[in-house]
């Protein structure tokens, strides 16, 4: 059983919409980054954060944001939505101490599949 | 130029045989690692095995083994004893730093398996 959940599973916006989803961590995991899959793709890199900060990012303009918060709690908030933005999105997560080598193992959620119209 | 390179669209494999999962990759990074995942229906990223570019040998997580050619810039996956379950997409990945420095991973566009009983 996963240790990331996502919710909604599954929402429909229109174009020019704004939409948050949200990702609950496994515990302890102090480190979460949001991933987009297209159809047919593989997941493409968004953003990470931190301890609150974001430290990485993906090639994805500034109406992509995040939050993460001190409950291992993220979000992921979409602007002036595109059609193109309809994808499945994936959070993921890993413990303190793994990041900068080594296997570096994420845990991912079940993601969220955002449909634009 | 793309860092990761997966072939296959498709494969089809009979079940309690073995299937070679190809993957090439780009880097001019000498430390490097790459991952494979498997994506069932479901959507969540299982992380099935790694392969620091350090290593020595090949790594192995029980039927899953990573044949790690560094000269071809190769990373297949080969999966002993298919089974049913096995059915799914398979991404091979690499680390990579983002902007900010954090490491994130580079998926390949993915290989369909599907066992054949």
């Known amino acids: 059983e996963t240790g990331v959940t996502q919710s909604p599973t599954h929402l429909i916006k229109t174009r020019g919409q704004q939409v948050t989803l949200r990702c609950s961590s496994q515990s302890g995991h102090n480190t979460v980054s949001w991933y987009q899959q297209a159809l047919g793709q593989g997941p493409q890199f968004i953003f990470q954060?931190?301890?609150?900060?974001?430290?990485g990012r993906g090639n994805f303009p500034p109406r992509f944001s995040g939050l993460q918060f001190p409950n291992y709690s993220s979000e992921l908030n979409v602007n002036a939505l595109e059609l193109d933005d309809s994808a499945l999105y994936l959070c993921?997560?890993?413990?303190?101490?793994?990041?900068?080598?080594?296997?570096?193992?994420?845990?991912f959620g079940a993601g969220s599949r955002l449909t634009v119209l | 130029a793309q860092k990761i390179t997966q072939t296959q669209p498709g494969m089809f494999v009979q079940e309690k045989e073995a299937v070679t999962l190809d993957c090439t990759y780009d880097t001019s990074d000498p430390s490097y690692g790459l991952f494979w995942y498997k994506q069932p229906s479901s959507g969540e990223m299982i992380f099935l095995i790694y392969?620091?570019?350090?290593?020595?040998q090949n790594a192995t997580e029980g039927r899953y083994s990573l044949n790690f050619q560094k000269a071809r810039k190769s990373a297949n996956l080969v999966i002993s004893a298919s089974q049913l379950g096995d059915s799914a997409m398979y991404f091979c990945a690499m680390r990579e730093k983002s902007l900010g420095g954090a490491n994130n991973l580079f998926f390949g566009t993915g290989t369909r398996l599907t066992v054949i009983p």
């Open positions: 993921a997560s890993r413990p303190p101490g793994t990041g900068s080598s080594g296997a570096n193992v994420l845990t």
């Open positions: 954060y931190y301890r609150e900060e974001e430290n």
């Open positions: 392969q620091g570019s350090y290593d020595q």
